[in-house]
C-alpha cells in the first residue's frame, strides 16, 4: 500500500508519514524547505520530493515520479493571521495557491490512478476555521472552507469508482503552526477547551490513518473535527 502526504515534514505531516510507516505502508512525502526534517525521515524509511504544491507543473512532475497511490493525504498548509483589508496581493496568492489550489492540483495529479485501479482514498487537512470562521483570519478559513466544499463534492463524483474522500478539521494542534501564541493566548485557549489542554499532531494523524483503512470503508464525504470540544 502506498501513501503520499504532503507536508510531511512537520506537525501533522510528519506524525501521519510516522503513523502510516508503523502500519506497513509505503511512505512518500513531500515537502518545500524542511531538508534537515526531511533527511531524518529518509533515514527511517520514507521517500521525499521537494515540490511546490501550489505549481502544477512540479506536481505533475511528481505524479510522474511516484505513481499511483492509495492513499492520498493533502495536509501541506501555511497560515496569515492579519487584519484582512491589509493582506496583500502576494500573501493572498501565496496562501490560496498552497491551501487551495495545493489541494486541487495534487488531487487532480493523483486522482486518475486510483479512479483506473477502481479503489482509493484522499484525506485533505481542512482547519476548524474552515467550518466557523477564526478573526484575523479571514482568508486562511476561507481557503480550508473551500477544502470542505471540495470534499464533500469531490466524494460525490469520485464514489462510483470506489474512491473515497474525507476531510479532516483540527481545532487548536500544538505544532510549529501555533508557535506564534502566548502563554497567556494558551492559558485562556486551554481554558475555553472542555478537555484542557491543545491537541497533539499524533491525535489528527491516528484519526487520518483510520480514514484511509478498511474499518472507515463506508466513510466518504464526512468532516471530522478534532477540537477537543472548543467550537
Avoid: H
Amino acid at each position: 500500500m502506498k501513501v503520499l502526504i504532503t507536508g510531511a515534514t512537520r506537525g501533522i505531516g510528519r506524525e501521519t508519514a510516522l503513523t502510516f510507516l508503523e502500519r506497513g505502508y509505503e511512505v512518500f512525502g513531500v515537502y518545500v524547505k524542511s531538508d534537515d526534517e526531511a533527511k531524518e525521515l529518509e533515514k527511517k524509511g520514507i521517500t521525499l520530493y521537494k515540490c511546490d504544491v501550489s505549481n502544477r507543473a512540479e506536481v505533475q512532475c511528481l505524479a510522474e515520479k511516484v505513481g499511483a497511490v492509495d492513499v492520498l493525504v493533502n495536509n501541506a498548509g501555511i497560515s496569515l493571521r492579519k487584519l484582512f483589508q491589509t493582506v496583500t496581493e502576494e500573501e493572498e496568492k501565496r496562501l490560496y495557491g498552497v491551501n487551495l489550489f495545493g489541494v486541487l492540483n495534487v488531487s487532480r495529479a493523483f486522482l486518475q490512478g486510483m479512479i483506473n485501479q477502481k479503489k482509493g482514498v484522499i484525506i485533505n487537512v481542512s482547519s476548524v476555521f474552515g467550518e466557523i470562521g477564526g478573526s484575523f483570519e479571514a482568508d486562511y478559513s476561507a481557503s480550508k472552507a473551500a477544502i470542505i466544499g471540495l470534499t464533500k463534492a469531490l466524494a460525490k463524483e469520485a464514489g462510483p469508482s470506489c474512491v473515497r474522500v474525507n476531510c479532516v478539521t483540527p481545532g487548536i494542534i500544538d505544532t510549529d503552526i501555533n508557535a506564534c501564541l502566548s502563554v497567556d493566548d494558551i492559558i485562556q485557549l486551554t481554558n475555553e477547551i472542555p478537555l484542557e489542554y491543545l491537541g497533539k499532531a499524533g491525535q489528527v494523524a491516528e484519526v487520518i490513518a483510520f480514514l484511509a483503512s478498511d474499518k472507515a470503508s463506508y466513510i466518504t464525504g464526512s468532516v471530522i473535527r478534532l477540537d477537543g470540544g472548543w467550537k
